[in-house]
């Protein structure tokens, strides 16, 4: 979709408060749910868009150019939002009807989850739970136990479920100082003895869509991925903005404005290759899989890999472009005026995320040298 210059505009101007309440400013979550960006993934029968993953991948990015905050939560609303396609119908019209509502929440099992009547008792914590202040459902990834503590299955047959839980049921802590991303409130949570009815959960791995379509059926982890890595991509583009907007300042202890120097003039161009192949190559690795999707098939191993590659690909050449924009600029890039040193310390709090960390890249080369290699989470 195409999103409108005022939302973008909002999100920018809000950039700055967002960073010191370290959350999402109300005033652009609401902007965002009112204009059905948070709901790009949902199934078309529970009232989503249900748009192409490069239709969402492009909304993150043009978010993440006004406030990566801002976009990261785009992303992170957008991906959950993919479990609409396998709840029961009951709990996915329950959770994903609401036009305003959003979730979010880690899929890991962190917490410990036990089989009782109508349901699951769940207790642990949770790390990196962006935006789960401004949630309507919250999720969490759970281990299911036996009375020993061994692991054990719900009845219809979930080992490590994630579950969704009322706002009321969770407590946020406290935890989110950092360095970037700051406005994302990706703050630790927990739940004490939290009761989960029947069913309000699904199977991150391994789990068949109910409602098949190309959506539903596209891998959830590899979506995940190339949505991280296009909030690192709309953070390059900002940084290319934000030294074109310099090119025309002399900076202390030069006479000679920025574009009229050379070596600025080769990092600016460099940047704008590194954004423009990380996009070019994500884009066209998410085409050709949800293509095949489309004409019934389904995403095999080495295409899952790909796309994998091309989301920490991307995020890798993104930020190197920031970092050449960053240092472009100089000395003017550190001060709190400058939204470059928003962007730097942004993208490289993104890079860290799990989907996308240069760690990826051994199990995925792994892979291509024809080595034993476990696929299940890409």
Known sequence: MILP?????????RSAAGEQARSLHPDVFRALAEGGVLRGWVAEEFGGRAATIVEVLADI?????????AGWSVMIGN?????????????????YRDPLGCTGGFGMPAAIGTVVDGGIRVTGRWSWGSGTNHCTFIGGGVRIVDEAGESARTPDGASTPFVYFDPDQIELLDTWQVVGLKGTASTDYSAADAFVPSGRWTQLVGNEPLIDTTLGRFPFFSALACGVAAVTIGLGVRAIEEVIVLGERKFAGSSTALANRAPAQADLAMAIANVGQARSYLHDSVNRVWDQIAEGGEAADDQRVELRIAAAAAAQRSVEAVDLCYHAVGGAAIFESSPLQRVFRDVHVAITHGMIN?????????????????????
């Not at 210059?5 to 101007?13: R, Y």
């Not at 990015?61 to 905050?69: L, N, Q, T």
């Open 5 to 13: 210059d005022s939302l973008l505009e909002l999100a920018d101007d």
């Open 61 to 69: 990015e043009a978010v993440s150019v006004a406030d990566g905050a």
């Open 79 to 95: 991906t959950t939002a993919l479990n609409s396609h396998r709840l029961p119908t009951e709990w996915a019209e329950l959770i």
């Open 358 to 378: 240069p760690r990826i890249l051994e199990p995925l080369g792994r892979f291509h040298f024809g080595l034993p290699t476990n696929t299940q989470l890409f």
